[in-house]
């Protein structure tokens, strides 16, 4: 079973008290100290973070914002009193199994986000093999290390051991790896297309087949890619074949608010049939409220996110995002090319979309991410090896020539510095990457939220 997360939690004692205001605050008052308080946070409509937001400028955000607020007080979980909702729904679906290669069978739902659509489908995974394969009682979801944690947290969730295996010179699954990984228990395997990490798409063919030779169920994680991949293969013809067009694949997650532009809080399920999907559901007979049955995870869910979903899809409809697409993929091509001019940095792998890693043989990157900082733009790190995350969205077109400036003037002033000059953030991420021992690691990671997430 999977080890307890939190068993070393410190206990924290003299926690601050706070109590709701005895009177309410006006209205007005109200959103004026929200609207300080935001001006805090890092200013993404300016388009200068690579991660988090999926910028298609403000036209796109009125649009969703428009259509979220129609439907803000709508609750998702009752079909039958708000059958807009439900239509909306198995729409959005149809019209993104089409787009992912699902024939008139595909079946799936809408989920809060990645990892809900992740967690829902290792749980039809899991059941549809107790069902079909009950000699097998210690299953295993095998993944290469670059899948998201998305799929350790579901395995941690439903009691899945997972096994990572390694991944090739090109950051993508290596084959011969995964095959020394797999058992009489593997019900699972992951391919990610792209890799968040990296941007790169994993050899989803090959896997595929083995899956089929196996009869292993194989997901493809396009929950970054889903609605930028088939685009940008319309432009350059240079994907591989990554859907439910691959025989083999069984289930396949997209998230619509990513490259989908839509505001947070909706994502894509989708199986090969609805013999495979009904394994994802949930339904009592027996409680005194009625029969209760869900499509996943939530219970209420915000109409909201449902009723934005379908009106970006159909307001973009294929050419507007193949539009913002291609506005997003030449500004990810010109990135990639000048960063790989620039003395010290480069591109990690060979990622053909939108989303990719800047590494460097020579420079410590996290002290260069600091330092870009100082310019104003707010980069991600990654470690394993050391790089800077960039996903590349349509608003980014802008600031090309601005960031590679930028990134070139850092590197030159970070190539001068010695080992003492380091930051104490830079050393912090430089030191939890190369702890040898992992577990320590991790616990930091625990005790971090629970340090962050009090008053
Ligand atoms: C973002 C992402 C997820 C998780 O999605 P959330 O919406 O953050 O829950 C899963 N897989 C990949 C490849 C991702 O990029």
Known sequence: MPEVEGEH????????????????????????EMEKRKAQDVDWKHGRMFSLIYNAGPEIEEVGQKAFSLYIMENGLGPFAFPSLKNFENETIAMVASMLGGDEKAAGNLTSGGSESILMSVKAARDYYRDKHPEITQPELVMPDTAHPGWDKAGHYLGIKSVHYPVNDEFEADLDALKKVITPNTIMMIASAPTYPHGVVDPIDEMGKIAQEKNIWLHVDACLGGFILPFVNKITKNIPPFDLSVPGVNSISADIHKYGFAPKGVSTVIYRNANLRRYQFFATADWPGGVYATTAVAGARNGGAIAAAW??????????????????????????????????????????ATIFAIGSDKLNIFEFAERMKTRHWYLENQHLPPSIHITVSPYHAKLVDEFLGDLKDTAAEVAKLDAKDVSQMAAMYGMIGNMPDRKTAKEMALNFLSDIYKL
């Open 311 to 352: 009106a970006i899809i159909n307001h973009l409809g294929e050419e507007g995002y193949l539009k913002l697409s291609r506005q997003a993929l030449e500004a990810a091509e010109r990135l990639k090319q000048g960063v790989n001019k620039i003395e010290h940095l480069k591109v990690l792998g060979n990622p053909k």
């Open 9 to 32: 939690q410190k206990e924290y004692l003299n926690m601050p008290k706070k109590t709701m205001p005895k009177s309410g605050m006006d209205a007005k008052k109200l959103l004026s």
